[in-house]
């Protein structure tokens, strides 16, 4: 009697338990039966597959630990550790107090790649003018039928010659850097760089602070080796330090990545005196400044150069200057100054993840920073911007509009709250012959309501198919009522 009793209650409470779920269903609901041990690789696994198979969409909130493994009747700890992994693996971003949410990334790589088509108008790569590659064809060929050249082609130098890195510092000079030649790596480009730090300099699960829109190419390479990005809100200024330091008291930060001559993707200029607040909010809470001047060249001919964070930051700062935008993509060189405590760390990981920079993409940029071409093309590439970005302000009359003297490669189209999604968009323009990249693309964190287009002025082939580009850009997006 009393055992038929506790059946039927049993019965009564796996109903009733049933369908509480299926009354209040989840926004998740994978089927325990198809998870097999461990269980919390499965789990992860099977959110991979409803991401890719889009079940799971972008900024979906996933249940909480507890309401899942009721839900699938296993152990809190194994949830705990599914969900953990899932962020770890870029699936997915936690919010304190919020809860766990699928990520804007998740179904897709963010990474920027060419994909020139005689057909399309690129308006996406950020890339640096092109045009301009046929003003080094005299120094490729002089290096060429140089009598040392087979000794650029071995292993030797793997951080760049004397010789290399001492044009490299007179070169720094100008844009404002003093630093000495042991503090100098010539790298194999910015990304190189980016990723030579993050490798020699931090450890998985460490916590970067980075502006809410950055660099979508950082934001890939921090998932790769799960290192951490934490958003910082912004302003026309440039990052915020009140919400730097409330960051710094609530997580464990370890260092932070700015590019604080022109941010990628908004384009925004950071004023002497937010770098100056910001340098302050460092230097208290030690973090490790990882400093992207891509763009440093604009600034060289000025006598009021801008002032660089690292060289307000000496001690706990690397510095990237890339050469690709300011001499030529292709030609796959950046120069990394650092403080002598990080020095050993740098080489070692340059030496692991290079073997050696290419002494011949360097002694082509060394040969044309002394014969005076790199400085020609750097001008040329100043006047075409310039051009550009008279172009763009013609176009798309806007707020953009009152920075049209500087030349910047990018440009920043807000759009109007609409309904379409990111990739949707992105997919529209593509086919109507337009590449461009949506702001998704650079958010890390959570979607917020503001969204925009990264206009690159730099990235057709000649300046003169910039108009037409834009033109019918405008023309489609307001046929949309996007803008």
Same mark, same amino acid.
């Given at each position: 009697?009393?055992?038929?009793?506790?059946?039927?209650?049993?019965?009564?409470?796996?109903?009733?338990?049933?369908?509480?779920?299926?009354?209040?269903?989840?926004?998740?609901?994978?089927?325990?039966?198809?998870?097999?041990?461990?269980?919390?690789?499965?789990?992860?696994?099977?959110?991979?597959?409803?991401?890719?198979?889009?079940?799971?969409?972008? %900024?979906?909130?996933?249940?909480?630990?507890?309401?899942?493994?009721?839900?699938?009747?296993?152990?809190?700890?194994?949830?705990?550790?599914?969900?953990?992994?899932?962020?770890?693996?870029?699936? +997915?971003?936690? /919010?304190?107090?919020?809860?766990?949410?699928?990520?804007?990334?998740?179904?897709?790589?963010?990474?920027?790649?060419?994909?020139?088509?005689?057909?399309?108008?690129?308006?996406?790569? &950020?890339?640096?003018?092109?045009?301009?590659?046929?003003?080094?064809?005299?120094?490729?060929?002089?290096?060429?039928?140089?009598?040392? /050249?087979?000794?650029? !082609?071995?292993?030797?130098?793997?951080?760049?010659?004397?010789?290399?890195?001492?044009? =490299?510092?007179?070169? /720094?000079?100008?844009? #404002?850097?003093?630093?000495?030649?042991?503090?100098?790596?010539?790298?194999?480009?910015?990304?190189? =760089?980016? @990723?030579?730090?993050?490798? #020699?300099?931090?450890?998985?699960?460490?916590?970067?602070?980075?502006?809410?829109?950055?660099?979508?190419?950082?934001?890939?390479?921090?998932?790769?080796?799960?290192?951490?990005?934490?958003?910082?809100?912004?302003?026309?200024? #440039?990052?915020?330090?009140?919400?730097?330091?409330?960051?710094?008291?609530?997580?464990?930060?370890? %260092?932070?990545?700015?590019?604080?001559?022109?941010?990628?993707?908004?384009?925004?200029?950071?004023?002497?005196?937010?770098?100056?607040?910001? =340098?302050?909010?460092?230097?208290?809470?030690?973090?490790?400044?990882?400093?992207?001047?891509? *763009?440093?060249?604009? #600034?060289?001919?000025?006598?009021?150069?801008?002032? $660089?964070?690292?060289?307000?930051?000496?001690?706990?700062?690397?510095?990237?200057?890339?050469?690709?935008?300011?001499?030529?993509?292709?030609?796959?060189?950046?120069?990394?100054?650092?403080?002598?405590?990080?020095?050993?760390?740098?080489?070692?990981?340059?030496?692991?993840?290079?073997?050696?920079?290419?002494?011949?993409?360097?002694?082509?940029?060394?040969?044309?920073?002394?014969?005076?071409?790199?400085? $020609?093309?750097?001008?040329?590439?100043?006047?075409?911007? !310039?051009?550009?970005?008279?172009?763009?302000?013609?176009?798309?009359?806007?707020?953009? +509009?009152?920075?049209?003297?500087?030349?910047?490669?990018?440009?920043? /189209?807000?759009?109007?709250?609409?309904?379409? %999604?990111?990739?949707?968009?992105?997919?529209?323009?593509?086919? &109507?012959?337009?590449?461009?990249?949506?702001?998704?693309?650079?958010?890390?964190?959570?979607?917020?309501?503001?969204?925009?287009?990264?206009?690159? *002025?730099?990235? @057709? $082939?000649?300046?003169?198919?910039?108009?037409?580009?834009?033109?019918?850009? $405008?023309?489609?997006?307001?046929?949309?009522?996007?803008?």
């Amino acid at each position: 009697m009393h055992y038929n009793i506790f059946q039927t209650y049993e019965r009564l409470w796996l109903d009733m338990s049933v369908n509480i779920f299926e009354q209040n269903s989840l926004t998740w609901m994978p089927k325990r039966k198809t998870l097999k041990r461990p269980i919390y690789k499965a789990l992860v696994n099977r959110m991979e597959n409803d991401v890719n198979e889009g079940i799971l969409l972008p %900024g979906t909130k996933l249940p909480s630990q507890r309401e899942l493994a009721d839900f699938l009747d296993i152990n809190f700890t194994t949830v705990t550790r599914a969900y953990k992994l899932s962020e770890q693996l870029g699936l +997915t971003y936690g /919010l304190i107090g919020k809860g766990t949410y699928i990520a804007q990334t998740a179904n897709k790589t963010i990474s920027i790649s060419s994909l020139y088509k005689d057909s399309l108008f690129e308006l996406g790569l &950020n890339s640096s003018f092109e045009q301009c590659n046929n003003m080094l064809n005299t120094t490729v060929a002089d290096v060429a039928n140089k009598s040392s /050249l087979e000794s650029l !082609l071995n292993y030797k130098n793997a951080v760049g010659t004397v010789f290399q890195r001492q044009v =490299a510092l007179n070169y /720094l000079v100008k844009l #404002g850097i003093k630093t000495k030649i042991d503090n100098i790596a010539i790298t194999s480009g910015g990304q190189n =760089a980016l @990723t030579i730090i993050l490798l #020699g300099l931090f450890n998985p699960n460490d916590r970067i602070a980075v502006d809410r829109f950055t660099y979508a190419n950082f934001i890939e390479l921090a998932k790769m080796i799960n290192i951490k990005l934490v958003p910082i809100d912004f302003d026309s200024e #440039g990052m915020r330090p009140e919400y730097l330091d409330k960051a710094c008291k609530n997580s464990d930060l370890h %260092g932070i990545y700015l590019m604080t001559g022109c941010s990628n993707p908004t384009g925004i200029r950071m004023s002497e005196k937010r770098c100056r607040l910001l =340098a302050e909010v460092i230097k208290k809470n030690k973090l490790i400044v990882i400093e992207d001047d891509y *763009l440093g060249f604009i #600034g060289m001919g000025k006598e009021n150069k801008m002032v $660089k964070l690292s060289s307000l930051l000496p001690d706990q700062s690397v510095y990237i200057c890339s050469m690709s935008k300011p001499v030529a993509t292709g030609l796959r060189v950046g120069y990394l100054v650092f403080p002598d405590d990080y020095r050993q760390a740098l080489q070692q990981s340059l030496c692991n993840i290079n073997v050696k920079t290419s002494s011949l993409d360097a002694e082509i940029i060394t040969q044309a920073l002394l014969n005076g071409s790199a400085y $020609k093309i750097m001008h040329k590439k100043i006047q075409l911007a !310039l051009k550009a970005n008279t172009i763009f302000s013609n176009i798309f009359v806007a707020e953009q +509009t009152k920075h049209k003297n500087i030349p910047a490669f990018i440009k920043w /189209l807000p759009l109007k709250k609409n309904n379409i %999604g990111a990739e949707a968009i992105e997919s529209l323009l593509l086919a &109507n012959g337009i590449r461009v990249f949506h702001s998704d693309r650079f958010l890390a964190g959570p979607k917020i309501k503001h969204e925009f287009l990264r206009i690159s *002025l730099s990235a @057709t $082939k000649t300046i003169e198919l910039l108009e037409p580009a834009l033109m019918k850009l $405008k023309i489609v997006l307001e046929e949309q009522n996007l803008i």
